[in-house]
T-cell receptor, first 118, second 110 residues
Framework: GAGVSQTPSNKVTEKGKYVELRCDPISGHTALYWYRQSLGQGPEFLIYFQGTGAADDSGLPNDRFFAVRPEGSVSTLKIQRTERGDSAVYLC????????????????FGPGTRLTVL | GQNIDQPTEMTATEGAIVQINCTYQTSGFNGLFWYQQHAGEAPTFLSYNVLDGLEEKGRFSSFLSRSKGYSYLLLKELQMKDSASYLC???????????FGAGTQVVVTP
């Protein structure tokens, strides 16, 4: 079946602009995660949704970052007043088939959106 | 935060074996994952350990010692396509968010 998809694959913007990044999880997965990955580093956790609600947003770096998942499926990560330091690959992952929360809960990642802030 | 340490780079010859070590802080541990990531691509799941011991999956095996805060990923019969970054990730609570190491770049040479 289809994996996690993310759009756009690349986004170039100017400092100070607003951007939206979209994630479409694996069908039926109730948990959705956003991470960001800088060059030469591992992914860094941003926010986690269980269904429509943000269960843990402790990784969001500041109030310029916000994410929503209004219908419990597609999620959008929104970044206001972008800064050059926001440049990174933003990864989305999903896990746990509906109705199950097993201890494995393997997270399956999408291909990411490469954000470049000029 | 909880530091997750793994070597930056390892080089090995095609057909050989490579062992990638990962150490982590043990407090709150709730599972360890290994992912493979080719340049410019998404991380792909390789293995999961939550109990002590060895998990084997074809050419790849992963070991965990919870008391030592230590895991390793063993890659056998290396192939050129195994050249990639290998990420160690630890879950510290029941919600599932992962803390990743910086990754180990494995270079397979002919």
């Amino acid at each position: 079946g289809a994996g996690v998809s993310q759009t756009p694959s690349n986004k170039v913007t100017e400092k100070g602009k607003y951007v939206e990044l979209r994630c479409d999880p694996i069908s039926g997965h109730t948990a959705l995660y956003w991470y960001r990955q800088s060059l030469g580093q591992g992914p860094e956790f941003l926010i986690y949704f269980q269904g429509t609600g943000a269960a843990d947003d402790s990784g969001l770096p500041n109030d310029r970052f916000f994410a929503v998942r209004p219908e419990g499926s597609v999620s959008t990560l929104k970044i206001q007043r972008t800064e050059r330091g926001d440049s990174a690959v933003y990864l989305c992952a999903s896990s746990s088939p509906a109705g199950q929360m097993s201890s494995t809960d393997t997270q399956y990642f999408g291909p990411g959106t490469r954000l470049t802030v000029l | 935060g909880q530091n997750i340490d793994q070597p930056t780079e390892m080089t090995a010859t095609e057909g050989a074996i490579v062992q990638i070590n990962c150490t982590y802080q043990t407090s709150g541990f709730n599972g360890l994952f290994w992912y493979q990531q080719h340049a410019g691509e998404a991380p792909t799941f390789l293995s999961y350990n939550v109990l002590d011991g060895l998990e084997e999956k074809g050419r790849f095996s992963s070991f965990l010692s919870r008391s030592k805060g230590y895991s390793y990923l063993l890659l056998k019969e290396l192939q050129m396509k195994d050249s990639a970054s290998y990420l160690c990730a630890v879950r510290y609570d029941s919600w599932g968010k992962l803390q990743f190491g910086a990754g180990t770049q494995v270079v397979v040479t002919p």
